[in-house]
Each structure stands twice: as structure tokens, then as C-alpha cells.
């Protein structure tokens, strides 16, 4: 197989084959023969089961699929969704570009197709993005303020503010997004920081 389970790495270079498996005590690549005598032999060393993981079972939600299926339907059916949810973002995304610092920086860094949109007189349409907003916090400064300290001070909001932090399992959009390259990656690894921690800011540039 050539692939490996989310959940499953602690690094991974999108532009490169390179690849450090979770808890792995050296760095190895994805490459897997597909022969049964050689299944877990990669190019530079031995692959682990684990590491060939599609990630933890969603029992949860296999047990609720009919009560979920019967809440879309409540609600409208998915095109009421998405309608809703993308309005959702449109004003979020609305209300960030307003939020500036009494030097008149801006507070919010979007990312992504919002950062380009410009809204008309329409309302939204086909060409709206979709509902979820990639964003950084910034100070006065201009410096990102790191995921793990929003993320903190969001959860003391009442009621909790929720926000996915990190790179959401997409580390090519994410270095693109921040302007990483492969080294600016390996450096933040080598100083500790691996994928799904809470380490927001490493070497003074940000992790997601």
C-alpha cells in the first residue's frame, strides 16, 4: 500500500517524499512494496502496522446515522445547509475585516478563498466559498498570535467559543497558506513540535 492513516505521522512533506510516522525514531518514507514478502518494507526502512491506519472507526456515528439522516431532513435537506452555513461565514468573514488595532492593523489574517472574496450586491451565489474560514490572529504588530493561545482564551468565552485549530490534516494548503518552506517544516519538527500538538509558534513563525 502507499499511503498512510491520518493520525498516523508526526511530519509529512507534501512536495517531497519525506515522512516521520508517529513515535518513529527516524525519519522514513511512504514507500511500500505491494508483494506480500516485502508488504511492509519501505525505501529506507521498516514501516509499522499502525502506520497504515485510516484512522479510529467513527462508531459513534455509525450508531446515529438514522437519527442524523432524519436531522438533515428536519432541517431542510443538505442545500438548506450549506446555504445557511456559507451565510454563517460570509459574516464572519464580514465582521473580521472590520476588527482592526488602534494602529489600524489588521486583527484577523484570513486565508484561503475568503481572503480574496468581495462581496456584491447579490448576496450569496454560486461563487461564494464554502462555510469554513481559515484565519490567524494577529497583534499590533502584524505578529500571529499562536493557535494554541486563541484557542484558550476562546474556550473561556461563554459559551465556549469552538475553533479547529492547527493544519486540519492538510500540511500542503497550510505551508502555502503561511509561507513555510520545507525547511522552515523540519526546523519546527526538530525543535519538538509534531502534527495535532498545541505548540501554536515555534522558531517565531507559526505552526498552523
Not at 484570513?110 to 480574496?116: E, K, V
Request: one cysteine or more.
Amino acid at each position: 500500500k502507499h499511503y498512510f492513516g491520518g493520525g498516523s505521522v508526526d511530519l509529512v512533506l507534501p512536495k517531497r517524499d519525506f515522512t516521520v510516522h508517529r513515535h518513529a525514531k527516524s525519519v522514513r518514507t511512504t514507500h511500500v512494496h505491494t508483494k506480500f514478502d516485502g508488504l511492509f518494507e519501505g525505501n529506507r526502512g521498516h514501516v509499522e502496522l499502525g502506520t497504515l491506519s485510516h484512522g479510529t472507526e467513527h462508531f459513534r456515528g455509525i450508531a446515529d446515522l438514522a437519527a442524523g439522516f432524519q436531522e438533515i431532513a428536519d432541517l431542510g435537506g443538505m442545500k438548506a445547509i450549506s446555504s445557511h452555513s456559507t451565510c454563517l461565514a460570509a459574516e464572519r468573514v464580514r465582521r473580521f475585516r472590520r476588527l482592526v488595532h488602534d494602529n489600524n492593523t489588521s486583527v484577523v489574517q484570513i486565508y484561503g478563498q475568503w481572503n480574496y472574496f468581495q462581496f456584491g450586491t447579490k448576496g450569496i451565489d454560486e461563487r461564494t466559498p464554502g462555510p469554513t474560514v481559515a484565519f490567524n490572529i494577529s497583534d499590533r504588530d502584524g505578529a500571529i498570535i499562536g493557535y494554541d493561545e486563541v484557542s484558550r482564551l476562546a474556550a473561556l468565552n461563554r459559551p465556549p467559543i469552538q475553533l479547529r485549530t492547527g493544519c486540519f490534516c492538510n500540511p500542503g494548503a497550510c505551508q502555502e497558506a503561511l509561507s513555510l518552506c520545507d525547511d522552515d517544516v523540519t526546523e519546527q519538527h526538530a525543535s519538538g513540535h509534531v502534527c495535532g500538538d498545541r505548540r501554536g509558534i515555534v522558531n517565531g513563525k507559526p505552526t498552523g
